[in-house]
Nanobody
């Protein structure tokens, strides 16, 4: 019922920055918390950041002070600004609405390597 389409990602050197986007197909997006997950090779998927409908945010300890999650409800879009990237940030990143569905984006690869 809700399609999530991601963009961004790519290859970046340690210390670099990337911005991920996730756009929902329906404006009902604005009523729900939205999350970013990532999955590194050989590891389980983990929640990286979350933002509530009201704009409250939370982060996994390993990305706190480096990543910023935000949303623009007028555009039905979720963002993840990633700064000072480290090799351990490498993985496939997914946006997610858990409260309904759940719904998942298609995933986008982030590779941090010199």
């Amino acid at each position: 019922q809700v399609r999530l389409v991601q963009s961004g990602g790519g290859l970046v050197q340690p210390g670099g920055s990337l911005r991920l986007s996730c756009t929902a197909s329906q404006s009902i997006f604005r009523l729900y918390a939205v999350n970013w997950y990532r999955q590194a090779p050989g590891k389980q998927r983990e929640m990286v950041a979350t933002i509530t409908a009201g704009g409250s945010t939370n982060y996994v300890a390993s990305v706190k002070d480096r990543f910023t999650i935000s949303r623009d409800n007028t555009k039905n879009t979720l963002y993840l600004q990633m700064s000072n990237l480290k090799p351990e940030d490498t993985g496939v990143y997914y946006c997610n609405i858990q409260q309904i569905g759940p719904y998942w984006g298609q995933g986008t690869q982030v590779t941090v390597s010199s």
